[in-house]
């Protein structure tokens, strides 16, 4: 089945050590989106990718960043993770040339800092 | 930017009890909406969408949803709950012209009791 793979499920990392939380799809979607969502809220759109094109909210702090290094594959990088990027971080995609908005979501990453 | 209200943060229900949760948005421009349901420590699923056509539509486990233009509005129903369907619903909407991007709701946790 066609689908957007998260992984790993379960990250803990510890105050300030770098982490990378991976995506994967076999959708061939040209879009691919990160989204941080913190308890009891909805999520948050921090960037996404049109193919190769990178978009950051304007409210996206810097230390997080990501990397597409080709259709399939997209990583977001927490550099210097504080207590409050302890969250769930989702990723979904969606086609390019439907522009209904559809997004399909990985299953997310639970992050917890210590 | 789009705004998306669900007015119920919380819904109790009892089993078999019908249930509605409500959506309203804010965009006077042709939208697409959604629906997505979220069970705990997972991703979005989507549960139904609307993009054109008749207003009410149906979606999956039995839920529908009807879109009025003339109030906004895009809530969800169910005749009839299981315990099973206890969970987040999250109301979305889309711009179509903003290419994908969703506006999230709050989201409205649903609680069946037996």
């Known amino acids: 089945d066609a689908m957007v793979i998260q992984n790993p499920r379960y990250q803990v990392t510890q105050f300030g050590k770098p982490v990378t939380l991976s995506c994967s799809q076999t959708l061939n979607h040209n879009v691919m989106y990160w989204y941080q969502q913190k308890s009891s809220q909805a999520p948050k759109l921090l960037f996404h990718y049109y193919d190769k094109d990178f978009n950051n909210e304007a409210d996206t702090p810097d230390n997080f960043q990501s990397r597409r290094p080709n259709t399939s594959f997209c990583f977001l990088d927490i550099r210097s993770p504080g207590l409050g990027d302890a969250a769930m971080y989702l990723c979904?995609?969606?086609?390019?040339?439907?522009?209904?908005?559809?997004?399909?979501f990985g299953p997310g990453t639970r992050l917890t800092v210590l | 930017a789009q705004s998306v209200t669900q007015l119920d943060s919380q819904v109790p229900v009892f089993e078999e009890a019908p249930v509605e949760l409500r959506c309203n948005y804010s965009?006077?421009?042709?939208?697409?909406l959604f629906w997505y349901v979220q069970y705990p420590n997972q991703g979005l699923q989507l549960l139904l969408k609307?993009?054109?056509?008749?207003?009410l539509v149906k979606g999956i486990n039995g839920f529908e949803a009807e879109f009025n233009k003339s109030q906004t509005s895009f809530h969800l129903r169910k005749p009839s709950v299981h315990i099973s369907d206890t969970a987040e619903y999250f109301c979305?909407?889309?711009?179509?012209?903003?290419?994908?991007?969703?506006?999230f709701g709050r989201g409205t946790q649903l609680t069946v009791w037996p």
């Open positions: 979305a909407v889309s711009e179509g012209s903003t290419l994908g991007r969703l506006y």
């Open positions: 609307y993009l054109s056509g008749s207003t």
């Open positions: 965009s006077s421009v042709s939208v697409y």
């Open positions: 979904a995609t969606s086609r390019v040339q439907g522009v209904d908005g559809e997004q399909f």
